[in-house]
């Protein structure tokens, strides 16, 4: 195949170009830090000059309160590998069916002046963790 | 019967080794009667995985919670139906059916090929069985799903209520018939390079299976979008998951190698991109599964972490080795005695088309890789996410759509500019009609008036096409209006069978625009009695009805609906707690149109009657679900034989004279 025609390098440079910079500015502008509820404050973990973050973390048995039918929730995120540390968090919105007491939930948003966090989107994990949790979680393990 | 099982899977695994093992000492030896052997043992695995499959199913139906599988999956009220689909709802089940359904092709390649392609056949059973010695592997030794629980059990854990939808019923296996399929198209083109028969017989011989491939990989993502949207009670299709992602690159290397072998087929070019592109697209289906299953990518589709990951990474490791060492050494083979002639032609757009695919691909890929990159290089994870993913696809299949419009009408070589002007004339004034019509209706979204306008172009090509066949055919053959479009269409099924392909794909092009970009919500809550104002509908609140059934509690609102003051009926979205399960689910009501669907979310109530409603206007979504029936019936049509052919795959050299006759043919007439 001759792709030697200046034609078809300009062509494809065009091409390469647009998608390379395509690339870099969809990069650029929507990068985020993804941190475990212990990194937060941790300012070598937390290295993006933007506040947004998405935190990860395990929603405290028992600490679910929803007011306003259902409109605003309140919860505690735990550090998925140390319970002791924990932030509060806000979430204005409807929340996916699997969101309960001892999932996994990532949250989007940022810590407000009162160190509690502020949330617009709500993702929770692990019902779709299609092995449902049974006495003995054995297969594959 | 549980022994039974087991037994049938050491069975599949020897025969499986004894038929890569065969293939080997025949070719070696050129004995035949090895060969021979060899392919019987593929049928034999089939029939000890079909053993297994029908043994799994029936356990999972009788619930006979002895084995650890079924107490995980499936509970005593879980109805037959559903507890059937348990089958591929885990991971040991899935793989079980990766497994049959590779054993299930492989025996069907070896019927269909009795006669044919003798030389490549060995190779490809050898490919094949190595695939298979690998799934059946894992099968018997990692995660077997014949594994006994070793305490008994009354009741199962059942299978969560997010998965007792008929989406779950057709989605996973519709995904891994694509998944499956490509295996067979991949191991001819192992066949090919090994054997240096590099012509496009391995294409020919194997354009349905990758067709089929393609068809239900993409229908898949399409059900899977419906389950989402019906189900996941969030109003989206397609979150960038990167487990959604990983279903979607192999469908897009997929496509891009659907076109590009025609360049190969026509005027034998671009041989070692066709090679490299199946080649991707099965490394990314294995990718796919890997990701599905090691747990290694963040995601909230995958199944629980295991020590799949590690077996994975090394079989992708050995698949890319292996491929690209045979491809690096085949390189003198695999160059082309012909050169593209003029950057106005139709090889030189079907090359434009294939870089902007594959640009899509290692976006989708970067996007879901930069969390692991990033964490790697930095030590810290950056996730780009759905913005990212939406800057850089929706520009990318703007582009795609453009040149769907433009690649049919070029002409093969070299273009000339008076037949370019001819073919364009009437759509680019579409276009512009379309451009100013839909600025005037007050869109002034650039992506949304640039996407809706270039579809409108495509489908105005389409059907100039369409046109001008069968206006050729009333004036040469003397057919009647009907039966002109008929016989042209049946006698030229790939061409035209890939216009009504392409329509569908516009079709629900401008469903995820009017879907994405248009789309309007409201939350309000409401008393009895109440109403809320969305858009044109008014919605209100009549009351709220709690009762229990055998499985869940349900919570069930009852709207009255209507639209510029004329009634449109009842809605009753639902919240329904399992109790097994200890899940919630939240069942939307859907009243679905042409123009929009009206979407309604029960977000909460409380005892005193009062409930929190969430509505939403989608505009266009239905468009997608039409899109992709269209689709599916285009491709089936482009894929089925026709009678009057005789066997065209059969010989290389003719079929390519053929088609081009035909083609020249046409456009002559046209």
Redesign the interface.
Known sequence: ???K?P??II??TV?LI??GS??Y???K???????KVR?LNNP?????SSKVV?V?GTVKPGSIK?S????TFKFILQDSDSANISIPVVFNG?V???F?SGNIA?VRGELNAENVFIADQL???C??????????????? | MIIVGQISLAIALAMAIYSGVASIIGIKNRSGQYLESGRRSIFSAFVALSTAMMLLSIALITKDYRLEYVAEHVSNSLPSFYAFSALWSGQAGSLLLWAWLLSLFSSLVIIQNKKKNLELLPYVVATLSGIMIFFVSLLVFVTNPFATLGYSVTQGSGLNPLLQNPGMVFHPPSLYLGYVGFAIPFSFAIGALITRKLDSQWILSTRRWTLFAWLFLGVGNLIGAKWAYVELGWGGFWGWDPVENASLMPWLVGTAFLHSVMIQERRDMLKIWNVTLIVFTFILTIFGTFVTRSGIIASVHSFGQSKLGPLFLSFLALIIFVSFYLIYTRRKDLKSRYHLDSILSRESSFLFNNLILIGAVFAVLWGTLFPMISEAVIGTKITVGAPFFNTVTVPIGIALILLTGICPLISWRKASVSNFTKNFLIPSAVLVVAFIILFVAGIRDFYSLMAFSLSIFVISTIVLEFYRGTAARMKYNNENLFNGLKNLVLKYRRRYGGYLIHIGMMLIFIGITGATVFKVEKEKVLRKGDSMAIKNYKLTFLGSDNFKTQLAEKFIATLKIEKDGKNLGIATPSKEYYYLQKQTTTEVSITSGIKEDLYIILAGGDNTGTVNIKAKINPLIGWIWWGGYILFAATIFTMWPSKKKKKPALIPGKEKVNTKNLESKIKVKG
């Open positions: 195949m001759n792709l025609k034609k078809f062509g494809l091409i647009a998608l395509l690339f500015l969809g990069t502008t929507s990068m985020m830090a993804y941190l990194d070598q973990k937390n290295i993006l998405k990860t929803s306003n039918v259902n409109r409807i996916p069916d699997n309960r990532v993702q929770a994990k019902p779709s963790k299609y092995e449902a949790s049974v006495p003995n979680e054995g297969e594959g393990k």
